[in-house]
């Protein structure tokens, strides 16, 4: 079975800074999809980003990009000028090319400092 | 658009009760399912549908009911509610099976079994 391993219970950061949140994962395939959500506290889950395993360039979305690395089963997520409204729960999640099920790991909640 | 509409958003059952937890997209997806989120483990697939008439379980199914004759409905049902089955319930409907589909979620229901 897939897992997600997020180690990272809570994190926080100063407002316009950088942090880094961490994902691991277990899985055979070769080919699958990560993504990470966002949750605020409104519980709206919303997409963030996501990556292919078969590509090799890191996906970006304006200040949020990813570090994949597939050897390690790594993928965390890089939020760059962190804003007050950055603040929330993040899900990193796993999900096979050919299946629906998508595995979350139990979730990094940011706050942002002003 | 209204998206994914779940209701209601809050719910107190006792043990032993049935009630069913509404779903409803306007989307035209065929891909529904529904997730439990509780503390400290991530979300977790209950059931999904495929599209109307058919279902499937997911990783934790016992206790929950699901059916789909239309395209925009997936009601969750609880045959007889344990406090086991306190959690928030969140209703993703995707247009595709798979791959790197976005999923869009409902806001959730809080649902708490006394």
């Known amino acids: 079975a897939q897992t997600v391993t997020q180690s990272q219970p809570e994190m926080s950061v100063q407002e316009a800074e950088t942090v880094t949140l961490s994902c691991t994962y277990d899985t055979s395939e070769s080919d699958y999809y990560l993504f990470w959500y966002k949750q605020p506290p409104s519980r709206q889950m919303i997409l963030v980003i996501r990556q292919e395993a078969y590509k090799q360039q890191n996906a970006t979305e304006n200040r949020f990009s990813v570090n994949f690395q597939k050897a390690a089963k790594s993928f965390s997520l890089k939020i760059s000028d962190s804003q007050l409204g950055d603040a929330a729960m993040y899900f990193c999640?796993?999900?096979?090319?050919?299946?629906?099920?998508?595995?979350f790991g139990a979730g990094t909640r940011l706050t942002v400092k002003p | 658009n209204a998206g994914v509409t779940q209701t209601p958003k809050f719910q107190v059952l006792k043990t032993g009760q049935s009630m069913t937890l509404q779903c409803a997209q306007d989307?035209?997806?065929?891909?529904m399912s529904w997730y439990r989120q509780d503390p400290g483990m991530g979300l977790r697939l209950i059931h999904y549908?495929?599209?109307?008439?058919i279902t499937d379980q997911g990783e934790v199914p016992n206790g929950y009911n699901v059916s789909r004759s239309t395209t925009e409905d997936f009601p969750l049902r609880l045959l007889s509610a344990a406090p086991s089955q306190t959690s928030v319930y969140f209703c993703a409907s995707s247009y595709s099976w798979g791959g790197g589909t976005e999923a869009f979620f409902g806001q959730g229901t809080r649902l708490t079994v006394v």
């Open positions: 989307m035209n997806h065929e891909y």
């Open positions: 999640a796993y999900r096979k090319y050919n299946n629906n099920d998508m595995r």
């Open positions: 549908s495929v599209g109307a008439g």
